[in-house]
C-alpha cells in the first residue's frame, strides 16, 4: 500500500466581516476542486476559516459573539464541503469556531475522511493575547476571552494511510504540541493559523513574522520526524494584515512548497509519510534517547523561575 499522501495547503485570503458562511464555503469548494484536480488525497484549510479573525474585536453581547460559532457540524452552511469531498473523495481539515450544546465555546479543528466523515477533533489548547478588554491595541486579540482551554489534548487518528494529527496556531510555537503527537509516533500534523504581523505588546517582533512562522514549525517537524502542513487565513482583513507563507514542511526539516501570495491559493506535495522514519529511527529515536525523568520540570511547572543553580 503507497505511503504517499498528496497534500493541498489551502490557504485562505482576507475574509471580511460582511462575507457571508456561504460565499467563504464557495470559496473553499473551488479550493478543494482545485486539489482535486492535482489528486489531492487531502487538503487542509486555516483555524476559523468561516467568518473574518473575530478575536481582534471586544463584543459584549453574547448573540453577537455566538454568531461567528457553528452549533454544528456540518450545518446547512457547511454541508455543500461534505457533500463535494464525499463526490471528490478528498479527505479535508477545517478549523471553526465551535459551539458545544452544554454552551462551551472552542477554537476547534476537524479531521474528515475521503467518505466525508469526521474522524478527528482537537480543541485549541494554547490560546494566545488577553481576557480583558485592552482598546489601546490598534487590534485586539481576545482568545483568552471568547474561548475556553481544549480538552482533549493531541491525539492522533489512524487515517490516509497513516497516523495524523492536528494543533492550531499559537500551539505551533510551543515544542510540546509537537512533542505530545511525536510520543504518538505521529507522521503528519495539520494545522491553521490566523497571524497578525503586528504584535502590539512586542512591535518590534513584527519584522520577524515570517521567519518566527518557519522557524517554529521546520523545528517540530525535524525534531519529531513528522510532516507538517502549516496553512494560514492571510492578508488584510478588516485593516488588519496577517501574513501568509503557508507551507509543507517534510521530516526533514526542509519546506518543500510554500505559499507566494496572500490570497486564496493552493500548494500542493506528494508527501512519503515513510520519510519519517529514518528520523524516528536514528536521532529522535524517543525510546532510546529520550530521558523523561530529567523533564519533570515541564509539566509540573508552568512559569519560569529563577531556581538557584549554586
Ligand atoms: N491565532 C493565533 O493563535 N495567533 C497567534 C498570534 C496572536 C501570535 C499566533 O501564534 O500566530
Known sequence: MSRIVTVGAAQMGPIQRAHSRAQVVARMVELMREAASHRCDLVVFPELTLTTFFPRWWMESQEEIDAFFEREMPSNETAPL??????????????????????????????????????GKYRKIHLPGHAGHEPWRAFQHLEKHYFEVGDL???TWDAFGGTMGMMICND??????????????????????????????????????????????????YQNGTWVVGVAKAGVEEGCEMIGGSSIIAP?????????????????????????????????????????????????????VKAGGG
Open 252 to 304: 526533514t526539516g526542509e519546506v518543500i512548497g510554500q505559499a507566494l501570495t496572500q490570497d486564496d491559493e493552493l500548494v500542493v506535495a506528494r508527501c512519503d509519510l515513510d520519510l519519517t522514519k529514518s528520523y524516528k529511527a536514528t536521532t529522535f529515536n524517543f525510546e532510546m534517547h529520550r530521558q523523561p525523568e530529567q523533564y519533570r520540570r515541564i509539566v509540573e511547572q508552568r512559569g519560569a
Open 153 to 155: 489534548s493531541w491525539g
Open 82 to 119: 461534505f457533500t463535494e469531498a464525499r463526490r471528490l473523495g478528498i479527505g479535508f481539515s477545517l478549523g471553526y469556531a465551535e459551539l458545544t450544546p452544554e454552551g462551551r465555546h472552542f477554537n476547534t479543528a476537524i479531521l474528515v475522511n475521503k467518505s466525508a466523515e469526521i474522524v
Open 172 to 221: 505551533r510555537r510551543w515544542p510540546e504540541s509537537y512533542r505530545v503527537m511525536g510520543l504518538q509516533s505521529v507522521e503528519m500534523i495539520l494545522l491553521g493559523y490566523n497571524t497578525p504581523r503586528h504584535n502590539p505588546p512586542a512591535p518590534d517582533h513584527d519584522r520577524l513574522s515570517e521567519f518566527h512562522n518557519q522557524l517554529v514549525m521546520q523545528a517540530g517537524a
